[in-house]
């Protein structure tokens, strides 16, 4: 298994990068910012993060992703391969939310959606002369769903103004270069701005209508999901041409409840209004991509090319750091829909972006 998740990402991360060639003059509008290159004590090597967006909407989505920089015309640079590990491996208490204007400070904790703790045996990664490698990204929401009280944020919404709040991301990077390891600490301003009423009022509402026992458990550094597929849940169904499924395979991530159990529309119809009601954002783009994945599923023998092309063409104009987290999980579901009427339609997804047989249903 683990091995397989690690050929999904470096598929998902093959596409993304041919992708980003072919689209070049619209992603110059959604550039994610490369906030710094970081000396790690090795001539040969640079550390740069990158970071989309640097301003959003209360409860948006910040996405990051570091990268290993083999900046010499040696053959290779060993490093401790990290970048297929999920978030709560590579950053437990990692980022940190701050800003001039509020008393208080937020330590973002990732989640694990996984029900366990995957191998952490230590691999190493070689890096070709002048290329790059990954090494960590996370999905960081401001705030999470359950987080929605957290004393920093409320002082945040009762402090906002209309022109928003600038706080400071810290983000700090954890990595080894053979069998040394070292801390790099990255910082990245982001604006903050106020919702729209009607969107923070919905989101409000879902945050209330939520049994507290499906939000994860807090510890110290990370959160623990209390909610997995494998496991059922009243209301965790979404209807597709007549027949019920599970939504995990039509969402982003897991961990997303914007809107989740049990706030989720259960149709496409559904998915399509609640698609019209939040402004262009990170958070709207997951309701987008729920939506899309919907419609092609459901779209007829008439309607799948065109409806496929919607989804592909949307996910293209997103930028890199943000598309990774949409592909792998895309790339990763096969297995969601093996003996299932939507197998085929799944098929003419994965021949899409050239997946090899054995990760088709």
Known sequence: ????????????????????????????????????????????????????PTEIYYGDVVYFAAYYNNVSDKSSVNCIDHGN????????????????QLEREYLWRPENTSGG?????????????????PAGSADVELPPLEDWNDPFWKELREKMTPDGIVCQFQITQRLGIRQDAKNVVFTQDILIKPRPEEETALLDKWFHDTPEDYFPKQSELTKRSNIFPSKKYDGDSVVINGEEYK???????????????????????????????????????????????????EADSDRTEQ??????????TLPDVQRSFFMIRLLNEGYSFQN??????????????HLPKDFLP
């Open 247 to 297: 939504l995990w395979p039509f969402v982003r991530s897991i961990a997303f409840k914007k809107p989740f159990i049990p706030n989720f529309p259960t149709s496409l119809e559904g998915w399509r209004a609640l698609d019209s009601k939040f402004c262009d954002s990170t958070l709207h783009d997951d309701i987008k991509y729920t939506c899309l994945m919907l419609e092609f599923f």
């Open 1 to 52: 298994m683990k091995s397989l998740l690690k050929d999904i990402f470096m598929i998902a991360f093959t596409i993304i990068g041919t992708i980003s060639c072919e689209n070049m003059v619209y992603s110059q509008s959604k550039e994610a910012t490369v906030i710094e290159q970081a000396d790690v004590d090795n001539p040969d090597l640079k550390l740069t993060l990158e970071i989309y």
């Open 307 to 316: 409806a496929k092309n919607d989804l592909t063409d949307w996910l293209e």
């Open 117 to 133: 703790i995957p191998s952490l045996m230590t691999t190493y990664a070689s890096i070709p002369p002048g290329k790059r490698r």
């Open 85 to 100: 590990l999920p978030a709560f491996i590579n950053y437990p208490g990692c980022v940190k939310i701050s800003s001039p």
């Open 340 to 353: 299932t009427p939507l197998a085929d339609k799944y098929r003419v997804l994965g021949e899409h972006y």
